[in-house]
């Protein structure tokens, strides 16, 4: 099927000729968020395995969840190369020489061809990035920055423990250096309507970023945002209102850039709301279908200026350029 946007797979084919695959791992890594350093509250909705497998708890090392991984991937979608994506909580925020092991450990496993790092903007440094640089020489790195909002009352409001000028720092320390930059955002953050939304995607487009993961907020058992949607004081979005939106975040990214995610995948054990969040085939096929619909592609509306938005993200971003 022909995409209307630049989605992860095809990329991926692009550079190795085959099919790739993300082996998810968890390290055993914690964030500052949860420690103590910021909050020991986290995210409202982060659940205690931090959007992860939990495997580093059974005691699988970095190598033995690698090889599971692999062979299971093998066997359902024929993948020949794969990428180790740490994926569990911060997977920057530890001592330099245990992330150099861990990422090494990883780079050693048979068939794997790069890195893909899940972390905060406010865990990297200096060190951290010029040891990804070395392994980008060799390899295709990602590093995946948790952004969610440009707007930092919904970061706070959230607990999200960082600012929209951490990002852009993070990102300026980054660019350059052979590494990609991927940015997680969020549609459906409380006091965030369409305008809000939309506004992160036209300030991020300004970015010398190269990808974008694109999540629904659903609610899971045990987060303070369950207790929030308890009490009536949060509403999910609907499953045609959230294709709709992810339709006009689309039309307002660079068209090169790499589409990694244009849904999330919720625990069936794990979820409160919305229960069309178990369905992401649905989804996607209708975010399709609208595409087809509006005629309408990744890049459509890159650019535009529109009077509805708020340029002062737009201003704080080219500040980086």
């Known amino acids: 099927m022909h995409k209307r946007y630049n989605d992860f797979n095809g990329y991926l084919r692009s550079i190795f000729g085959c099919r790739v695959q993300k082996v998810s791992l968890d390290a055993g890594l914690t964030c500052p968020n949860r420690d103590g350093t910021k909050s020991v509250e986290g995210c409202i909705y982060c659940n205690k395995t931090g959007s992860g497998t939990g495997a580093f708890k059974t005691g699988l090392s970095i190598r033995e969840q690698l090889i599971r991984g692999r062979e299971a991937l093998k066997k359902r979608y024929?993948?020949?190369?794969?990428?180790?994506?740490f994926q569990s909580f911060s997977n920057t925020y530890?001592?330099?020489?245990?992330?150099?092991?861990?990422?090494?450990?990883?780079?050693?496993?048979?068939?794997?061809v790069g890195l893909c790092i899940g972390t905060r903007p406010d865990c990297v440094d200096e060190d951290i990035v010029k040891l990804l640089e070395g392994y980008a020489r060799d390899y295709l790195v990602w590093i995946e920055y948790g952004l969610q909002?440009?707007?930092n009352e919904?970061?706070?409001?959230?607990?999200?423990?960082?600012?929209?000028e951490d990002f852009l720092r993070a990102v300026e320390m980054t660019k350059g250096?052979?590494?990609?930059?991927?940015?997680h955002i969020i549609l459906g953050l409380p006091g965030e309507d369409r305008k809000k939304m939309l506004e992160t995607a036209r300030a991020l487009s300004?970015?010398?970023?190269?990808?974008?993961?694109?999540?629904?907020?659903?609610?899971?058992?045990?987060?303070?945002?369950e207790?929030?949607?308890?009490?009536?004081?949060?509403?999910?979005?609907?499953?045609?209102?959230y294709a709709g939106l992810v339709?006009?975040?689309?039309?307002?990214?660079?068209?090169?850039?790499?589409?990694?995610?244009?849904?999330?995948?919720?625990?069936?054990?794990?979820?409160?709301?919305?229960?069309?969040?178990?369905?992401?085939?649905?989804?996607?096929?209708?975010?399709h279908k609208k595409m087809d619909e509006r005629d309408t592609w990744q890049g459509k509306k890159f650019g535009v200026d529109n009077d509805h938005f708020d340029e002062r993200p737009v201003v704080l971003a080219r500040r980086y350029l």
């Open 78 to 85: 024929k993948a020949k190369r794969f990428l180790a994506y």
């Open 154 to 164: 919904t970061l706070n409001r959230i607990n999200r423990g960082h600012t929209y």
């Open 149 to 151: 909002s440009i707007h």
């Open 247 to 287: 339709c006009d975040f689309l039309e307002i990214l660079p068209p090169q850039w790499v589409i990694q995610r244009l849904t999330s995948d919720p625990h069936l054990n794990e979820l409160v709301a919305p229960a069309w969040a178990l369905h992401k085939r649905e989804t996607l096929d209708l975010i």
């Open 177 to 183: 250096r052979g590494i990609n930059i991927c940015t």
């Open 227 to 241: 207790k929030m949607y308890r009490r009536g004081e949060y509403r999910c979005l609907e499953q045609d209102e």
């Open 206 to 225: 300004m970015l010398d970023i190269q990808g974008i993961k694109i999540h629904l907020l659903y609610v899971l058992k045990g987060t303070k945002m």
């Open 94 to 112: 530890a001592p330099l020489e245990h992330l150099r092991r861990i990422y090494e450990e990883a780079l050693d496993v048979r068939d794997i």
